[in-house]
């Protein structure tokens, strides 16, 4: 168990649907990452939260946002769903900002768009 | 483009042999590279890192070795256990920079 809770475990959904795929980092991680993992391919970096401020974004949609709340959970909205955005969605925390500092990731949340 | 590439879907080998995992990149500007072991319906979990400032990191029954010159590492397990099946992430990141970038990993079966 990484301490790191993600729900729910499973999202069907249709297309232009929008949904909203939460995380709980470990106890004391100020960092929140979201990652995408479409079938077959490897796990795709989408934005970084330090503290409730945004770090880093990588290859998010427009339609995609996220925030990191005080109590430091993190929320994930995806809106105007598509049939590509089926993918596992997965949630990683870490103490500090940076790479030295290992992800801990949570078990994912598997978004289904029909 | 992928910048980190695992070329082997899959790998088979006995209990008790040496695992042999590989992974290229093509960013010069990595400087930190990690492995993640994937169980299924789990999320990845970290097993071992390296900086490029070394060209080998040992822990347990697994050691990561860095080329830089042929921008390559690899992760070896000895000896493999059945409990190594799992699907293995090579990633890779530059310091400063949040994006760590993964290869699309390769699934290791340890066969008893």
């Known amino acids: 168990d990484s301490g790191v809770t993600q729900t729910p475990k499973h999202l069907i959904t249709a297309t232009g649907q929008r949904v909203t795929l939460r995380c709980s980092p470990r106890?004391?991680?100020?960092?929140v990452y979201w990652y995408q993992q479409s079938l077959d391919q490897g796990l795709q970096f989408l934005i970084h939260?330090?503290?409730?401020?945004?770090?880093a974004k990588g290859n998010i949609l427009e339609r995609f946002s996220a925030q990191q709340f005080p109590d430091l959970h993190s929320e994930l909205n995806l809106s105007s769903l598509e049939l590509g955005d089926s993918a596992l969605y997965f949630c990683?925390?870490?103490?500090?900002?940076?790479?030295?500092?290992?992800?801990?990731f949570g078990n994912g949340t598997r978004l289904t768009v029909t | 483009d992928q910048q980190v590439k695992q070329n082997s879907p899959s790998l088979s080998v006995q209990e008790g042999r040496i695992s042999i995992l590989n992974c290229d990149y093509t960013?010069?500007?990595?400087?930190?590279f990690l492995w993640y072991k994937k169980y299924p319906a789990e999320g990845p979990t970290f097993l071992i890192s390296?900086?490029?400032?070394?060209d080998k990191n040992e822990d347990g029954r697994f050691t990561v070795f860095l080329n830089k010159s042929a921008k390559h590492l690899s992760l070896h397990i000895v000896p493999s256990q059945p409990g190594d099946s799992a699907v293995y992430f090579c990633?890779?990141?530059?310091?400063?920079?949040?994006?760590?970038?993964f290869g699309t990993g390769t699934r290791l079966t340890i066969i008893p």
């Open positions: 939260y330090y503290n409730g401020e945004e770090r």
């Open positions: 990633a890779a990141s530059i310091f400063g920079n949040e994006k760590l970038t």
């Open positions: 106890s004391g991680d100020l960092s």
């Open positions: 990683a925390s870490s103490v500090e900002q940076g790479y030295n500092s290992p992800l801990h």
């Open positions: 390296i900086s490029s400032i070394k």
């Open positions: 960013n010069s500007m990595f400087d930190y």
